[in-house]
């Protein structure tokens, strides 16, 4: 990974996993907890393809495993945010560029619930209980409504930050916002091409034109409406 994208995914990761701990968790909200690491995660995958998302979600979610009050075996959230990431940059479009909300916010909700159902399953592969206490149901239903309330705040601002910070050729060569500079040159370029073929059209047709005016006045005429050519005199 480029210098810039570790940096400011690592600024990100930590500014989420504070605001997640200190704030979020102390809510107190009926169910799961709001999960802004998962919401970062989402947003650079989707910036930065499957391979960054895996690389940053193992990192995020390590660090999640780590930081206190962590209650559950270490590895696990990192798994978790691993196959999330990487999935989540799959669907990153070939363009660079998002045409709706539509694809983001059917991703948040996906990996809220994958996320869930991958964070029991892995528990239940190493015995670890650890929020087994509350249903699944619940957690599954609460998971994904908390994070889909918050996506709209957080995503697409996460999402243009890493796009400022990276450089992206395939955007900037196909012009997808149309408004570049690629796009600007390309209209400099046909308009005037367009302009000086129709002139040219313009100059052959007002030279032909000439051409056939002078030939109709050089033509003889014959008084009397006399025709000359293939017709006898009358």
């Not at 075996?73 to 940059?89: E, F, Q, S, T």
């Not at 697409?156 to 890493?162: Q, S």
Request: net charge positive.
């Amino acid at each position: 990974m480029r210098l810039n994208r570790i940096l400011l995914s690592t600024l990100l990761v930590v500014v989420a996993l504070v605001a997640q701990v200190s704030v979020l968790a102390r809510l107190n909200l009926p169910g799961a907890v709001p999960d802004l690491l998962l919401l970062v995660v989402l947003g650079l995958a989707l910036v930065y393809g499957h391979t960054g998302g895996a690389l940053i979600g193992f990192a995020a979610g390590l660090l999640a495993d780590f930081a206190p009050p962590a209650d559950h075996a270490a590895g696990r959230y990192a798994l978790v945010l691993c196959v999330i990431g990487y999935l989540a940059g799959l669907a990153r479009p070939e363009t660079g560029q998002l045409r709706s909300a539509t694809g983001p916010m059917l991703v948040v909700v996906a990996a809220a619930i994958g996320s869930t159902l991958l964070y029991a399953g892995v528990g239940s592969l190493v015995g670890d209980d650890a929020g087994g206490h509350a249903g699944l149901a619940e957690l599954l239903f609460t998971a994904a409504l908390y994070d889909l309330l918050l996506a709209p705040f957080t995503v697409p601002l996460i999402m243009a930050v890493a796009r400022r910070t990276d450089h992206d050729p395939r955007v900037d060569s196909t012009g997808g916002t149309g408004t570049g500079t690629g796009g600007d040159t390309g209209h400099r370029w046909l308009t005037p091409s367009r302009r000086t073929a129709r002139g040219t059209r313009l100059g052959k047709a007002a030279r032909n034109g000439s051409r056939g005016g002078l030939l109709t006045k050089g033509r003889p005429t014959k008084p009397g409406g006399i025709k000359v050519k293939g017709v006898k005199r009358l």
